[in-house]
């Protein structure tokens, strides 16, 4: 967290100095692992015409009968634009899912209550296109699979960027 916490606060203050590539965007998607929707907020820094880095946090909850499950996950990762606004990107990912069991669902209320948290670290790779609408909003699409213990999914999602 506190390494999150350093990038935000560089990024923030690269923003200050020079104030080409900076971006925040909001987005919906669909998550292959819980087939459920979530939605995302994002960072953007693009370095220069082909480098960027990016960071993101979505929140998704899904249910299963009387089962729920909420994931956060914070997305770390570095874009290369391989062809006009087309990149492709890579990066690390931090999931944290919280499955509660009991009185949810269909109506049935039971009498015991189960809640459990657990956090994984995984790996991401993936493409997206951005495409501008108007001066400073950017419509955009992503797709990437994550790598993590113990079974991937994927994350399509699609959305609004808007730079600074």
Request: with cysteine.
């Amino acid at each position: 967290m506190k390494k999150l916490l350093l990038l935000l606060t560089i990024l923030i203050c690269s923003y200050t100095m020079t104030a080409q590539g900076f971006g925040a965007a909001i987005s919906g998607g669909y998550l292959s692992e819980i087939e459920g929707f979530g939605a995302t907020a994002d960072l953007i820094y693009e370095i220069d015409e082909k480098w960027g880095v990016s960071t993101d946090a979505t929140y998704s909850v899904a249910d299963a009968g009387s089962t729920r499950a909420k994931w956060f996950i914070i997305d770390l990762n570095g874009r290369y634009k391989v062809y006009d606004e087309a990149y492709i990107l890579a990066g690390g990912e931090y999931l944290n899912i919280t499955l509660k069991q009991g009185g949810l669902g269909l109506g049935a209320v039971t009498t015991t209550e189960f809640e459990t948290s657990n956090g994984e670290f995984g790996f991401n790779a993936g493409a997206g296109y951005k495409y501008n609408i108007i001066d400073n909003v950017n419509v955009f699409t992503e797709v990437k699979y994550v790598i993590i213990d113990p079974a991937g999914y994927f994350h399509a999602r699609l959305g609004l960027q808007f730079d600074f």
